[in-house]
């Protein structure tokens, strides 16, 4: 009985070794506006954002890069860096994902971006163009990570904003709940148990703009 | 029902911010696991909020002196906290304690040296890096991913040597325990020990073979390649220290002096493990620093980055107490049985080492999912 004791007591502390290991995910942090853009024709053509970096991973970002007066940064020294940014942002379908009644919509690579250094931030401009505009009595565009590495969080003010949309066009922001204590230790053990680059668990924590045209 | 109640302390023991509850007030859907999440739902928040609120510190340290107590206080909770995370080799260093019967001041030494040595590699790595060469956060974020994976490379590594040994220690315990009935115990044991003493010397000349003398020759622990593992309990080998100084290699090349760990007991022989552990900087505090830097407080940052360390290193010395702890319990009621007891640590110590194979695995995998890190920076 004893031994049985302190062996179970020993896998115990194993186990809440294994167990006990939350890390600060996410890592990056980002506040963004996102505008839903829409042709003269009424059907939906893209979605531009702007996506602000917390101030800490603005900093390592700017790390290096070459600036001809201390603390300012102006579009063109940024423009290698918004490069890296968006072609990057690709691989990870620039965390947007849209859907028309039901129906997932595909975006092209990002156009016109460019970097904006502003109170010790870095915010990235980017816009993403529809392979095919789209029209739909629903739209539904959402912001997030899968793997919840990167924090999306809407602006506190005008998050989002309609641009060229028939007048009868309604936009709402939907803000993620908060998680529950069991998604909390699944985020919590994110980093010892990754999340697959499938996997779309961030979902469940998107971000969801709605457009609705009756 | 004694079981459950010795895992529920050891449990507490290691979260010891248990009571603290569910800050969310969320609903406990399970007691029986709710408890645990609702403690990492807090310790995740309190550290990411911690972290967030570092810059504000760091700025504020600028203009007002008195905000920098602020910046070293949180400083000091974020590496408590963070600690708890992987990658701060609590888990490998207690499997470590564990697999070599070390003591809990040796346990504190070696969390605190290797946090040190955590926190003085990213400030090393910043300093040359980004203040005199001015690199970009992409050759910043390459030389960490590199130092990342020699130090989970060489984890693995520690942790397959400590198996092979233990796993030796292991099979002669067995087979120790099924010849002892023949009544010739101490001639075969000894005679079997030898025959792996002369193969071990074949391949490696610092072997060296300790006897419990508390136990008949019971159990052989079996040294391997280098010799800062050796740990006989009552020996009074002199060999021992010249092995030492000769047998790291890994230690020699990198890491503290054995001097700057002495101790009576010769505190280098956990150098390698520490250094192991300790190459890997913390990416927070290089982008802490960073942060610093770009405000021209490289200096603030440096000291915040060692109170992080602190605090690092006070959770790591607390698990691997604990850990050690048990490791005692365990031997001790393990002493009562000769025998089976003995070949029950053997095997605690190979799935100690099979652990820091496997904590070393899975950092190494977490390495490669976490790639990301740097997916704004190239």
Redesign the interface.
């Known amino acids: ?14 186990l ?14 980002v506040t963004l506006h996102s505008e839903v853009l829409y042709s003269a024709d009424g059907t939906m053509t893209g979605v531009r954002h702007a996506w602000t ?5 603005s ?7 070459a600036h001809a007066r201390k603390g300012q940064y102006t579009r063109e020294e940024l423009a290698s ?1 918004a490069e ?2 968006v ?3 690709k ?2 379908d620039y965390f947007t994902y849209a859907r028309a009644d039901g129906k997932k919509l595909k975006f092209s690579d990002a156009t016109d971006y460019w970097l904006e250094f502003k109170n ?1 931030a870095l915010t990235l401009h980017f816009t993403l163009p529809l392979k095919a505009s789209a029209t739909a009595k629903a739209m539904q565009i959402e912001i997030y990570d899968p ?1 919840i ?1 990167v924090d999306f969080e809407f602006a506190k003010d005008k998050p989002t904003l309609l641009s060229g949309a028939p007048p009868q066009c309604l936009i709402t922001a939907d803000l993620p709940h ?5 998604e ?2 699944r ?3 994110l ?2 148990v ?1 999340l697959e680059a499938s996997s779309t668990y961030g979902e469940i924590f998107a971000n969801k703009i709605l457009v609705k045209c009756p | 029902m ?3 109640a ?6 507490v023991a ?2 010891p911010a248990w009571t603290q509850g ?1 800050p ?1 007030g ?4 399970d007691a029986g ?2 408890p ?3 403690l ?2 807090w ?3 309190k ?2 909020a911690f ?2 609120s ?2 504000g510190f760091i ?1 504020a340290s600028k203009d007002d002196g008195a905000a920098i107590w602020g910046l070293f206080g949180i400083s000091f909770l974020y590496g408590v ?2 600690a ?4 701060h080799g ?2 490998v260093i ?2 470590y304690l ?1 697999a070599n019967e070390e003591t809990w001041r040796r346990g504190v030494v070696l969390s605190f040296v290797s946090a040190g040595l955590q926190s003085v590699v990213a400030i090393v790595v910043v300093a040359i890096a ?1 203040v005199l060469l ?7 974020g390459l030389t960490v991913r590199v130092v990342e994976t020699v130090s989970y490379v060489l984890v693995i590594l520690i942790g397959l040597r400590l198996l092979f040994v233990k796993g030796r220690g292991f099979l002669i315990a067995c087979r120790e325990l099924i010849s002892r009935p023949s009544g010739e115990a101490t001639a075969s044991s000894s005679g079997e020990a030898n025959t792996v003493h002369r193969h071990d010397h074949g391949h490696n000349a610092t072997t060296t073979r300790c006897e419990h003398s508390h136990d008949g020759g019971d159990a052989h622990h079996v040294h391997g390649h280098r010799g800062h593992d050796h740990h006989c309990h009552d020996h009074g080998d002199h060999d021992h220290d010249s092995h030492d100084h000769h047998a790291s290699a890994w230690g020699h090349a990198h890491g503290p002096e054995p001097a700057e760990l002495a101790g009576a007991g010769g505190w280098h022989r956990g150098l390698s493990t520490v250094i192991a552990v300790g190459l890997r900087p913390c ?2 505090a ?3 620093l ?2 610093a ?3 021209d407080l490289f200096w603030t940052g440096t000291a915040a980055t060692l109170i992080m360390g602190l605090g690092t290193a006070i959770t790591v010395a607390a ?1 691997a107490t ?2 050690v702890s ?2 005692t ?2 031997s ?3 002493k ?2 000769s025998g ?2 003995m070949l ?1 640590m053997r095997a ?1 110590e190979v ?1 100690a080492a099979g ?1 820091i194979v496997a904590f070393g695995a ?1 950092l190494l ?2 390495y490669m ?2 790639e ?2 740097w ?4």
């Not at chain 1, 070794?17 to 942090?29: E, G, R, T």
């Not at chain 2, 001015?134 to 910043?140: H, L």
């Open positions: 009985m004893m031994k049985r004791t302190g062996c179970c007591a020993f896998a115990a502390l194993l809440s070794l294994s167990i006990a290991n939350a890390d600060a995910h996410p890592h990056v942090w970096f917390d101030d800490m991973f900093a390592y970002a700017l790390q290096g890069i860096l890296v940014n072609t990057s942002l691989e990870y010790a793997t590495f908060q998680p529950t204590p069991a909390q230790l985020l919590s053990q980093d010892n990754p | 004694l079981t459950a010795a895992a529920i302390l050891v449990i290691i979260n569910t969310f969320a609903p406990h859907h696991i709710m645990q999440s609702g990492m739902a310790i995740f928040a550290q990411a972290y967030r570092l810059s700025r906290f963070h708890v995370g992987p990658g609590k888990a207690s499997s564990v980004a001015g690199a970009t956060a992409k050759a910043i990416s927070g290089i982008i802490v960073i942060f830097l770009a405000q698990i604990v850990a048990a490791r319990v365990a001790r009621i393990a009562a049985r089976f007891g029950l605690i799935g652990l899975l995998g977490g999912a976490s990301q890190l997916m704004f920076t190239g």
